[in-house]
């Protein structure tokens, strides 16, 4: 294969160190499927592994955080306005900014924790409005005749509320999942762990692309994957919801 | 009929069959200041007893009803269910003692129908057997067929059937009291009908004390043994047996509220068995009814013919007798 027209001739990247060691890499093809396979245990595993957890982690505190919040704010109208405005503006903060901005503060640092602060505060306004709406669109009726046979608040909220709550809850879910694997890459910058890390690997060699495309390619399919069984889990759950759609 | 029946029905830890109910100078006034909407209002309503409040919007029929469980607070007096002040009991142990129907129905969309009906119980912790043994014996009584509907969605269900599935919900703990409001309101009228037919029958057996609000004069005079007729205001306007608000409306407003028609409204409290038919005179008959029909239905039948006589068929199909216009015009005297 003819190398890259602006390549003044075989260019060799060097990452991780170590000579070039395919014809594919050699050649400065695109994508270079025999690196894809020697790396795959040493550099793409690793990072996907650590790739689930950040997101798992973030999504599972954010989940925590804003349901609580959204049950909070549905006995006491007042605190969804200034819940949804700091959560409005932790949402809106662009990514790159957040994690800079975390950074210096005490016990954060190139961490972890930092990455993870930073990824919660993205899923929490996602998840506090969504769970929030389903509570609030339990129909009165049933909110009613919940009452009137004899629940108690507490009972209403686990037997009836919250199970109807279920499809935006689980909607919400699924969109901050997908926003967290998305963020998570930028998060390398901070924390030098997750898909990122290989994206940022190739973003600073100015030749071999075959990590970036590699490690986005699995950060999509994770995405798709994730989303894929949280659709599933939802028709387990709510076997009621599809029955009324039709 | 109206006896007092504190018999089990449903092993020791039971409920009386039915309660006798008081409201006593009940009144109730929301903040904010709109009016009372309710202003001391007295009734007492026997055990297996059908009181139906009626009136029209403002009158303050739900109000009351909502009173006795409960769901609203009480401003002033008090109200006896078995003798005893609802206001000593805990709220949702009480609710549980007291059948609950709206007019929504408000069946929970995420539970099957067999789970919709064992609400009650499993709040009060039955065993699972005898649950599923009384969801059974429910859809039953209600007409619906538990091994089809059973594990069905409210969502897969007409109007109708969730109606009755609503009724069965309400009845599953065989609670001593039931509160109906508007239950059938939002039915067409065909299947309206023949929910109303339904009730009565299931009330023949069952025999609870039910407090029934309904704006429709009709459906009042249909279902009740005594009927609270409530006016703008939440004021009793008067309280009495269907017959007695017919023929003798205590004021202008109630004289209204049945309707310039109240005569023929009481035709349609008796049916043909009971009054005494002519005997066949050779004739031929314009037509046929049942000794079930009502004597306004009747006397519909025979203003349609022409006003040429009708023939009665009995219970067994054998010819009863004749019914003629001037037979029922007597009646009306």
């Known amino acids: 294969m003819t190398p890259l027209a602006s390549a003044p001739g075989p260019v060799i990247p060097n990452f991780g160190g170590g000579p070039s060691s395919f014809a594919c890499e050699r050649a400065n093809r695109l994508f270079c499927s025999d690196w894809v396979s020697a790396n795959w245990s040493t550099v793409l595993w690793p990072a996907l592994r650590q790739h689930i957890v950040l997101t798992l982690i973030a999504v599972a505190i954010g989940f925590a955080i804003s349901t609580a919040l959204a049950l909070l704010a549905y006995r006491r109208r007042w605190l969804e306005r200034p819940v949804l405005v700091v959560t409005s503006v932790l949402y809106t903060i662009p990514s790159l900014a957040l994690f800079e901005l975390l950074e210096p503060l005490p016990g954060l640092g190139l961490s972890r924790t930092t990455a993870e602060v930073a990824l919660v505060s993205y899923t929490l306004l996602i998840l506090f409005r969504n769970t929030l709406t389903g509570l609030r669109e339990v129909p009165d009726e049933v909110r009613d005749a919940a009452a009137g046979m004899g629940m108690g608040p507490v009972q209403t909220l686990v037997r009836v509320e919250l199970p109807l709550a279920l499809p935006a809850i689980i909607a919400g879910l699924r969109i901050a999942t997908v926003t967290v694997i998305s963020l998570a890459t930028v998060a390398a910058l901070i924390d030098n762990e997750g898909l990122g890390v290989p994206i940022l690997t190739a973003i600073s060699n100015e030749v071999f692309k075959t990590e970036l495309i590699a490690a986005g390619a699995l950060a999509v399919a994770l995405a798709l994957a994730a989303d894929g069984l949280l659709v599933i889990a939802q028709r387990l759950l709510t076997p009621w919801a599809r029955v009324a759609a039709r | 009929m109206n006896t007092t029946n504190t018999a089990q029905s449903e092993g020791p830890e039971s409920f009386p069959q039915a309660a006798t109910l008081e409201l006593r100078h009940v009144s109730k006034e929301y903040p904010g200041g709109r009016g009372p909407a309710i202003v001391d209002l007295s009734l007492s309503v026997g055990a297996g007893e059908v009181c139906v409040l009626v009136g029209p919007s403002g009158s303050g029929k739900t ?5 006795i469980n409960r769901m609203i607070p009480l401003t002033a007096g008090d109200i006896l269910l078995g003798g005893r002040s609802v206001l000593d009991r805990e709220p949702t142990e009480l609710r549980r003692e007291i059948g609950y129907v709206i007019q929504q129905i408000g069946l929970f969309p995420h539970q099957t129908v067999a789970e919709n009906v064992a609400t009650v119980p499993r709040l009060l912790g039955w065993e699972k ?38 009724v069965a919900r309400a009845l599953a703990a065989d609670p001593p009291l039931m509160l109906m409001d508007e239950p059938f309101g939002a039915i067409d009228p065909i299947t309206r009908g023949h929910l109303q037919d339904e009730f009565l029958r299931l009330q023949e057996s069952v025999r609870k004390t039910v407090v029934f609000v309904t704006h429709d004069i009709d459906e009042a005079i249909k279902m009740g043994d005594r009927i609270a007729i409530l006016r703008e205001g939440g004021r009793l306007a008067q309280y009495d047996t269907p017959e007695k608000l017919l023929t003798e409306p205590a004021d202008d407003f109630v004289a209204e509220f049945v309707g310039a028609d109240r005569a023929l409204k009481r035709l349609g409290l008796a049916t043909l068995r009971d009054i005494e038919l002519l005997v066949p005179n050779g004739a031929v008959p314009a037509g046929r009814v049942t000794r079930g029909t009502t004597v306004r239905d009747a006397l519909s039948q025979l203003l349609a013919q022409g006003g040429r006589p009708l023939e009665v068929i009995g219970e067994q199909g054998e010819v009863a007798g004749i019914v003629t216009l001037e037979l029922l015009g007597g009646l009306l005297g």
């Open chain 2, 63 to 67: 109000t009351a009803l909502r009173l």
């Open chain 2, 129 to 166: 057997p005898r649950i599923t043994a009384r969801v059974d014996e429910l859809l039953h009584l209600t007409g619906l067929d538990p091994d089809e509907i059973g594990p069905r969605y409210p969502a897969q269900l007409s109007g109708g059937q969730r109606q009755r599935v609503g």
